[in-house]
């Protein structure tokens, strides 16, 4: 029989169950225990034990006089051959004294406290119970009544979850590297001895402090980066120069790593720390040596194609020229970029083989002439049918030999548009608390309004027995009353105010549904399928009719290949649909482009890593930066008086979107191309 480890003295949370412990107390501690044969159980008792899956018996000395069908199961023999055993061959050798003791307590008439114990199965299994003992009576006569509930499944469990973080521990002693871990209080936990030489030299070996990461001595560069860590971001650090008490100085490489548990919540996380200063003192001895060699020309062409390989694992373009722009680099991004091989530009005039650039010349030009430093941002451009950014920045260089410029452009479309988001995202929240607020505050007078109406209209139009009587106290009949405000229109006075009021109720509670998120149905749908439902509805929408017939307008949605789906609510995403189209029309129509071209629209349907996107765009003027930023806020309107639009179909549809949907909606414009709604939207997982 294996050894197991020492057993605690509770039962684990899990498992404790007070109101099944009252019910079995309640039918066998009952007193007067009824007559019966012995060794035979009452009917009631038999009845609820046979239902139960927790084990129970009612002992007499050592010899079970009872037990029900779980508790023979649990020790895997039949009631007939326990009732013939005693109970103390059951349970393992070494917790034999700690369940004599609690039997005997039990026996003294008190009841023991609940505990673990091992017990030996007749097949020769070992089995975890959870035990409670309890003196009652039997047949009139002093019993005590065992309760045992198998937490051997729990028990493998926490085991295994022993085992595990007795490796994991094990790892990170035997690890070369600084390891430590945090919780998600930001507490340390634990740590080797590599990262305490570094970061705790003072501390005991094996010693838990429990301090916060921010009590350390950390750099500024790591503490700042702890934050976005801990909120799931994994950060892997530069190169960072540290000082030992020695007054040496060490290179790290540092990592944060976030940590999940099993459910996937976050747990805490792990920094990681190499040292390589032994790295980078060599790397510093070789060049130090290749500057004094008499093969530097060598050396130095070498180095050149080392930086030629890291440039074509940078994912930024990389453009080397030289003083009279020609090109002496060409990275691997930069054929992906312009779609133009090494073998296409290197020794060829810049401006003559890569024309988008041409229209940067002078910024390129200044650079090298002048050795400053050049920097445009935000420069747009299309590709595949959809807008993108990158930055373009302009380094100039010179060396022994040679002296020209380093062209580095980095596509930031992604970072332009998550800075949309959350700009539309803080917005959006504000208005809708302040929206939120007015909502509440005019509900109040507006229900006395309303109850006012109401008694008014009791009052003065309902001939109630007390508006009667009290029409004849005052010297008139209540018919008169009726006659003269029928006379001077009171009723559709009255009803004029309740409509007001019911309209005034409906717009609060539009206005709350900017602070309150509604449950809808979702489900999986084509996305083609909901682009064609909005364009059906388009046709037939009474608001864009009043502008123009929608059937005139060249509609370009040509969807090719077996379409995704995506889980949302269909109604809401038609809704949205059909709103961008009205604004899309309405801005070709009001805001006319060049003279003889047709009004179009052009749906488009693509993937973009986890998301579906549909882009709609228009073939009208572009709209102002200042407009894009702003049109999704409530309430904002480009339309002039007397138009209508109210500012709040957009607003809404980004709350669709991105609250109820957890997508992403972005708008741009740009001369000479139109504008172009893009709605991003999460892919339909298949389990």
């Not at 080797?192 to 070996?205: G, K, L, S, T, Y």
């Not at 909120?231 to 190169?239: H, I, N, R, S, Y």
């Not at 009803?495 to 602070?515: H, K, Y």
Request: one cysteine or more; proline letters at 6%.
């Amino acid at each position: 029989m294996s050894k197991t480890n020492a057993h605690p003295t509770a039962f684990p949370e899990k498992v404790k169950r007070p109101s099944l412990l009252s019910r079995v107390f309640a039918l066998f501690a009952a007193a007067p225990a009824p007559k019966h044969a012995a060794g035979a159980a009452s009917p009631d008792s038999y009845a609820f034990s046979d239902h139960a899956q927790e084990g129970m018996a009612v002992l007499r000395g050592m010899r079970p006089v009872f037990c029900n069908f779980s508790f023979a199961y649990l020790l895997g023999t039949s009631r007939e051959q326990l009732l013939q055993s005693d109970i103390i061959s059951s349970v393992h050798a070494e917790d034999h004294a700690l369940f004599l003791s609690a039997l005997g307590l039990s026996r003294s008439g008190e009841a023991s406290s609940r505990f673990l114990a091992r017990f030996t199965t007749l097949p020769g299994d070992l089995r975890w119970g959870a035990c409670a003992l309890r003196p009652t009576t039997w047949e009139g006569a002093p019993a005590t009544l065992l309760f045992v509930l198998d937490v051997t499944d729990l028990k493998k469990q926490q085991q295994e979850k022993e085992a595990l973080h007795a490796g994991a521990r094990a790892i990170m002693d035997h690890s070369s590297s600084g390891m430590a871990v945090f919780d998600i209080f930001g507490s340390l936990q634990e740590a080797n001895a590599e990262w305490r030489e570094i970061w705790m030299p003072e501390d005991v070996p094996g010693a838990h402090p429990n301090v916060l990461y921010d009590a350390l001595a950390f750099p500024a560069e790591l503490s700042r980066a702890f934050p976005e860590a801990f909120a799931g971001v994994e950060k892997k650090l530069p190169t960072l120069e540290i000082p030992t008490p020695s007054g040496d100085m060490r290179h790290l490489r540092i990592g944060l790593y976030p940590l999940a548990d099993d459910e996937g919540k976050a747990a805490g996380l792990l920094m990681t720390q190499e040292d390589i200063t032994e790295a980078v003192r060599h790397a510093r001895t070789e060049l130090e040596h290749a500057a004094r060699s008499a093969q530097a020309r060598y050396e130095l062409l070498r180095m050149r194609d080392h930086i030629a390989a890291v440039m074509d694992a940078t994912p930024s373009v990389m453009i080397g020229i030289d003083e009279d722009m020609l090109v002496t680099l060409w990275n691997s991004a930069a054929e992906r970029r312009f779609e133009m091989s090494r073998r296409q530009t290197l020794g060829r005039n810049l401006l003559r083989v890569c024309r988008p650039l041409a229209r940067h010349e002078a910024v390129i030009l200044k650079t090298v002439r002048d050795r400053v430093f050049s920097q445009l941002n935000l420069m747009p451009y299309t590709e595949h049918g959809r807008m993108e950014y990158e930055d373009i920045t302009v380094y100039p260089i010179e060396t022994n030999l040679e002296s020209g410029a380093i062209i580095r452009i980095d596509n930031v479309t992604k970072r332009v548009r998550l800075e949309n988001d959350l700009a539309h995202a803080d917005r959006y929240s504000a208005v809708g608390m302040l929206a939120s607020g007015m909502a509440h505050e005019i509900n109040n007078p507006l229900s006395a309004v309303l109850q006012g109406i109401q008694n008014l209209e009791r009052r003065l139009l309902t001939d109630l027995p007390v508006n009667v009587a009290t029409a004849l106290t005052q010297g008139s009949t209540f018919k008169a009353i009726q006659d003269y405000a029928t006379e001077r229109q009171i009723p559709m006075l009255l009803q004029q105010m309740r409509s007001s009021g019911d309209r005034i109720a409906r717009i609060v509670s539009n206005m709350l549904q900017f602070s309150r998120r509604r449950d809808m149905a979702l489900a999986p749908i084509r996305v083609d399928v909901l682009v064609r439902e909005a364009l059906d509805l388009a046709k037939a929408d009474s608001e864009l009719m009043t502008i123009t017939d929608f059937s005139q307008i060249a509609v370009n949605f040509d969807p090719i290949g077996d379409l995704p789906r995506i889980t949302c609510s269909e109604t809401e995403i038609v809704q949205v649909l059909l709103q961008i189209l009205r604004t899309l029309v309405f801005s070709m129509l009001h805001r006319p482009g060049p003279v003889g071209r047709q009004p179009a629209l052009s749906i488009d349907i693509f993937l973009e890593e986890e998301f579906v996107a549909i882009a709609l765009r228009n073939n009208g003027p572009h709209l102002p930066p200042e407009v894009c930023k702003r049109i999704f806020e409530p309430f904002y309107t480009t339309h002039g008086m007397g138009q209508s639009g109210s500012g709040v179909g957009l607003s809404l549809a980004l709350f669709i979107i991105t609250s109820v949907h957890k997508g992403s909606l972005l708008c741009e414009s740009f001369p000479e191309l139109g504008t172009v709604f893009t709605i991003r939207l999460p892919l339909t997982r298949a389990d």
